[in-house]
């Protein structure tokens, strides 16, 4: 048996080798990026890597070393892409994203779109942002919302994005692709619903309950207490307007204290939601492409090829540029059957290289790649 230390040393030396050989090849690799930035030709050329491996593979002894040096040889091509990419972006190739940096955003005399009716969370959340001086306008949808924005009836729109108990809102992402809008800021609004009837209503009195079937969802354990029935609306705000236009104590809603107050609603009681820290993520959405000077995150929609290990190879561009994938989420493309679209938030600014770098990279690699903001 053969010594283990020597096995070692034998390693090293090795190690060493393959150090030399590979700073030898990306030398090299400077040269080709150096030739396609003089001539404009794309950094990726998949048909040659293709052809490259196949080659590769053909060389090695048996099926496990092979399976290695596809591995092996697809990490050795996206480091030299990446490299390229880089180059690119140091001699003034594509080092534009196209954001007008501001200083901050334009809050006064604004017109400002949300969803639902007025007492709904949308305008809690918009009113809560810009403040009483701005001039609302209440939409049934959020394509209507994405709309006013793009068709200038608006200068912002207000939607919600997530929610830390029932998860993102679906529609929402879609409509961030379908529109040429752009999401310029987030905040969060803490959301706590109500048990609310007409005035002189008493809990015993109740046997319905009316509301949207997330403030259900987040409000089940109360509901199921009490055994009341539920029936389903399409926002806690029309279910607060239909309960003020009834003429029965049996019926109740679950909707905002807001809400209660501009529908003359009694608040029985308060926080029927089961957890206390649950919070909606709201998104500011422009028609400019802008962002602001202080802005932190860049938000990204892809599609990519069906291939092993495609959407590693996404990312792999923000792991190499230092930067930190804050979340990842995934729709269904509905014209496409099993084909899926990303989205991937990240840090970074507009301006900075390493976002220009990752960028660059993730959209020639990519299917249909757009930047949804950074805010």
Not at 128 to 152: H, L, S, W
Not at 233 to 242: E, F, G, K, P, V
Request: glycine fraction near 6%; charged fraction near 25%.
């Amino acid at each position: 048996m053969k010594d283990l230390q020597e096995s070692r040393k034998e390693i090293d030396y090795i190690d060493n080798e393959i150090v030399k050989l590979f700073e030898r090849r990306m030398d090299v690799c400077k040269d080709v990026a150096e030739y396609k930035i003089n001539t404009g030709k794309p950094v990726l050329d998949r048909q040659r890597e293709r052809d490259k491996i196949t080659f590769l593979k053909s060389r090695a002894s048996n099926g496990f070393y092979a399976h290695g040096v596809q591995e092996l040889f697809e990490q050795i091509m996206a480091m030299s892409r990446k490299m390229q990419y880089k180059m690119l972006t140091e001699d003034g190739v594509n080092n534009d994203i196209g954001f007008d940096i501001v200083d901050k955003l334009d809050m006064e005399d604004v017109k400002v779109a949300y969803q639902g009716l007025p007492g709904a969370y949308g305008q809690q959340a918009a009113t809560e942002y810009f403040g009483k001086q701005a001039e609302y306008i209440n939409v049934p949808t959020f394509r209507e919302a994405m709309k006013c924005v793009r068709d200038g009836k608006t200068d912002y729109a207000v939607l919600p994005v997530a929610n830390s108990s029932a998860g993102i809102v679906t529609d929402v992402y879609d409509l961030l692709v379908e529109f040429s809008n752009y999401v310029v800021d987030t905040f969060d609004v803490k959301i706590e619903h109500c048990l609310c009837a007409l005035k002189g209503t008493k809990i015993e009195d109740i046997k319905e309950v009316y509301s949207h079937p997330q403030a259900f969802m987040q409000s089940n354990e109360f509901i199921e207490k009490h055994g009341w029935e539920k029936v389903s609306l399409a926002n806690t705000a029309i279910s607060a307007r239909y309960i003020s236009e009834q003429n029965k104590k049996s019926r109740a809603c679950i909707c905002s204290m807001n809400a209660a107050e501009i529908y003359g609603l009694d608040v029985l009681y308060q926080g029927t939601n089961f957890n206390a820290a649950n919070t909606t993520r709201f998104i500011v959405i422009s028609r400019d492409k802008i962002a602001r000077r202080n802005a932190g995150l860049i938000c990204i929609s892809f599609e990519m090829p069906h291939s092993s290990g495609s959407l590693y190879q996404m990312l792999s561009h923000i792991i190499y540029n230092d930067l930190n994938m804050t979340k990842i989420e995934s729709r269904p493309i509905p014209e496409r059957k099993w084909d899926y679209r990303f989205y991937v938030e990240f840090e970074g600014k507009a301006h900075q290289e390493g976002v220009i770098n990752a960028l660059s990279g993730i959209n020639a690699e990519s299917l249909n790649m757009k930047i949804l903001g950074n805010y």
